[in-house]
């Protein structure tokens, strides 16, 4: 099975960076496959609603989001990561939010895949639990089954991140979570033979 995970961040190996991979290690160490999506190496233009994809048609944008489409698609889990900007995630990550319509216009693609978030800021109530929220909300939009860390809302974090002990206690929950829900998941589905 496999985990992917999104950093929003547009700063490479930066806080957000440094947590997903941390979150990636766990879900490795546990026999899982991971990819990364970093959107600091992305280029995601925005949805302008041309309407296409309710017809069916693919994206006609030429971009990295077929690629990350692709790989969204393939993924049983998804670990979303995002710095805090303003009180919500960055811009880039809302853009490619926006860009996964196709998926949800075209049968509804990543229903029942688990996922979880993971928000750092630079102050300690600076807005992280609203962004984990805002990524909830896409998840639970496309039919996804969200977990948090088992105790709250996930992986929640203050820079700088290698010094936040709690925070990355938070972040390696989450990700144990949602490697929980695939396991369980997978059992039953060997149980029964199938889907
Ligand atoms: C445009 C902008 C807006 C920000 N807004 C917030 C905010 O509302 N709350 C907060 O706690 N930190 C805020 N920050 C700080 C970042 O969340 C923080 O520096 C974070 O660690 C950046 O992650 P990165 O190192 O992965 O880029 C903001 C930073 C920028 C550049």
Redesign the pocket.
């Known amino acids: 099975m496999m985990v992917v995970g999104i950093c929003g ?1 547009p ?1 490479k190996t ?4 440094f947590l997903l991979n941390e979150a990636l290690a766990a879900a490795k160490e546990r026999g899982f496959e991971t990819e990364r999506l970093l959107l600091s190496e992305a280029k995601i233009d925005f949805c302008n609603d041309c309407g296409g994809c309710s017809k069916g048609k693919a994206c006609p944008k030429e971009d990295d989001m077929s690629h990350i489409l692709e790989v969204l698609e393939r993924a049983d889990g998804i670990i979303v990561a995002s ?5 919500s995630v960055t811009a880039q990550l809302k853009a490619l939010f926006d860009r996964t319509i196709p998926l949800r216009r075209q049968g509804f693609r990543l229903k029942d895949k688990a996922g979880c978030a993971i928000s ?4 300690r109530n ?2 992280q639990e609203k962004t984990l929220e805002t990524v909830h909300a896409w998840m639970h939009i496309h039919g996804m089954i969200v977990v948090g860390d088992d105790a709250h809302f996930g992986g929640i974090a203050v ?1 700088p991140a290698t010094e936040d002990r709690i925070g990355r206690k938070t972040v390696v929950a989450s990700a144990n979570k949602l490697c929980d829900l695939l396991e369980r998941t997978e059992k039953k589905k060997s149980c029964w033979g199938g889907d």
Not at 83 to 87: E, H, S
């Open positions: 961040s700063r930066g806080n957000t960076e710095p805090v900007y303003f009180g750092v800021g630079g102050s600076g807005g820079r």
